[in-house]
């Protein structure tokens, strides 16, 4: 068997955690034990999962347990805690797929298993004992394009075209199998995030496919990027044709059926191939039915399996050929133009929301001083 700490990409891991027990206190000279260790995670940016599992194959995070209260030492010495560094973008999930919290930065730290209280008069001196169970670390890509697509749209080729790194292409359906991130860079060193993500599949919401394994990670990526084949899609002789409009439409329900929320981000939508004849038309006839689309044409035009019940509001349509660079300069362009609108767009809300709170404190202090003189 294949050892797990070889593959390429691991994006969950099974763990099994275990706080310290709280040491044990003496009723008699009223001494209290000492807490047990905790299990505590701790975002660190130069950690993978795959790096996670090379350094502990066990999969086992274990805390010290509390010192026991004395005579001598009337509040026992704590135990050691245990601090297990984790990938930023992680998501810590109990078997019963209870969140437990997430670790959205660098040195972000999160209990997730405390240790045991010390014996004392609340527990009759015993010490509490530690929490023992496995949680899943799932890690969700951190970026600020996330690639959304069927298979063989051309996302593999689009990512070659938009930064150095070299996926593998070829003309059969899967050819990404587990995410990756590469870099568009720009002149002045400016760095865009961009995942390339495993093709999605109609029934991709009820994971079929490699459903859920894709779209766990579109939900922290800054802005969608829908990657179409401008003249649609078969996936193969026993499903039906999709135009490239019926594709755009299929993926916008694939993301709806997940997670109705997934619909509000921020997107472009890319329309690939238009090297081969025609597809500088089809491309503008997609774009134009596209910005026409109303919910009663939504209805009336197209089969209730590919209907959105929400249409996801795209910045722009872009038509482009990843396989021969064509407009793939303008796009890497307005990839940046359009995640620094959001950002100011973001941080103008953050002063306005500032300044009413400013406001509201102004006032409040202004009528307390009006009162004090009543």
Request: some cysteine; glycine content about 10%.
């Amino acid at each position: 068997m294949r050892d797990p700490s070889k593959r390429k990409f691991i994006d969950s891991l099974r763990v099994f955690i275990k706080s310290g027990n709280g040491g044990p206190g003496n009723p008699g000279t009223r001494s209290i034990g000492g807490s047990g260790g905790s299990v505590i995670f701790e975002g660190c940016s130069k950690v993978n999962l795959r790096h996670l599992l090379s350094q502990h194959p066990d999969k086992r995070f274990i805390a010290g347990h509390g010192y026991s209260g004395s005579r001598r030492r009337l509040i026992g010495e704590s135990g050691a805690d245990r601090l297990v560094r984790v990938p930023v973008g992680v998501d810590i999930v109990t078997d019963d797929r209870r969140l437990v919290g997430r670790i959205d930065s660098p040195g972000q730290r999160l209990v997730v298993a405390p240790g045991g209280e010390g014996g004392r008069p609340s527990n009759r001196y015993l010490g509490a004992v530690g929490t023992a169970m496995s949680v899943r670390v799932d890690l969700r890509l951190l970026a600020d394009y996330g690639f959304v697509g069927f298979p063989n749209a051309g996302k593999s080729s689009l990512m070659c075209a938009l930064s150095k790194l070299k996926p593998k292409v070829a003309n059969y359906p899967f050819t990404t199998l587990s995410p990756s991130i590469g870099r568009a860079v720009f002149e002045d060193k400016r760095a865009i995030a961009l995942a390339d993500l495993p093709g999605l599949i109609e029934g991709a919401h009820v994971n079929v496919g490699l459903g859920h394994h894709f779209l766990k990670h579109v939900e922290r990526t800054t802005y969608l990027l829908f990657v179409v084949d401008v003249f649609g899609f078969k996936f193969n002789q026993n499903c039906p044709y999709r135009s490239g409009l019926e594709t755009i439409l299929l993926l916008n329900r694939e993301l709806e059926l997940y997670d109705p929320d997934l619909v509000r981000k921020p997107a472009l939508a890319i329309l690939n191939k238009i090297d081969k004849p025609g597809g500088r038309d089809c491309a503008d006839e997609v774009t134009a039915r596209l910005n026409d689309l109303t919910p009663d044409s939504l209805a009336t035009e197209f089969p209730a399996e590919i209907r959105p019940n929400e249409l996801v509001k795209f910045d722009e349509v872009i038509a482009v050929s990843a396989k021969e660079r064509i407009n793939t300069d303008y796009l890497k362009q307005r990839l940046r133009y359009w995640l620094d609108k959001r950002a100011e767009e973001q941080q103008r809300e953050r002063m306005r929301l500032a300044a009413a709170r400013l406001d509201t404190k102004i006032a409040r202090a202004n009528q307390e001083a009006v009162d004090s003189f009543v």
